[in-house]
């Protein structure tokens, strides 16, 4: 299984942002599929994650600017970044593993697959 993230770039403060992911290999609709950021000398922290029913799940300093989404016939989860704030900037990498349970899909440790990234530059 591959990802591969698209769509980082440089975007000024306010504005919007959406990162595509598509999936090669496996079976994507059963998958559950996250975005994580990490800034430089930051850990990796979790963003939003839909799982397999197109239930979500957003950390609290993105909730109600960010919105994830999945197109099962496209094999690509999306992340819509709107009122973009220069703290959002980093590296957006997206993540999927088979049938995550809820409580885990916060964590990066439980997804199986990774994509390599793409850079998100906020100016203020």
């Known amino acids: 299984v591959q990802l591969q993230a698209f769509g980082g770039g440089l975007v000024q403060a306010g504005g919007s942002l959406r990162l595509p992911c598509v999936v090669s290999?496996?079976?994507?609709?059963?998958?559950?599929l996250g975005w994580f950021r990490q800034a430089p000398g930051t850990e990796r922290e979790f963003v939003a994650a839909?799982?397999?029913?197109?239930?979500?799940y957003y950390a609290d300093s993105i909730k109600g600017r960010f919105t994830i989404s999945r197109d099962n016939a496209k094999s690509t989860v999306y992340l819509q970044m709107n009122n973009i704030i220069p703290a959002d900037t980093a590296v957006y990498y997206c993540?999927?593993?088979?049938?995550?349970?809820?409580?885990?899909?916060?964590?990066?440790?439980?997804?199986?697959?990774w994509g390599q990234g793409t850079k998100v530059t906020v100016s203020s």
């Open positions: 290999g496996g079976t994507f609709s059963r998958y559950s």
């Open positions: 839909i799982k397999w029913s197109s239930a979500q």
């Open positions: 993540a999927g593993g088979p049938s995550l349970i809820t409580s885990t899909m916060r964590s990066p440790d439980a997804y199986y697959y």
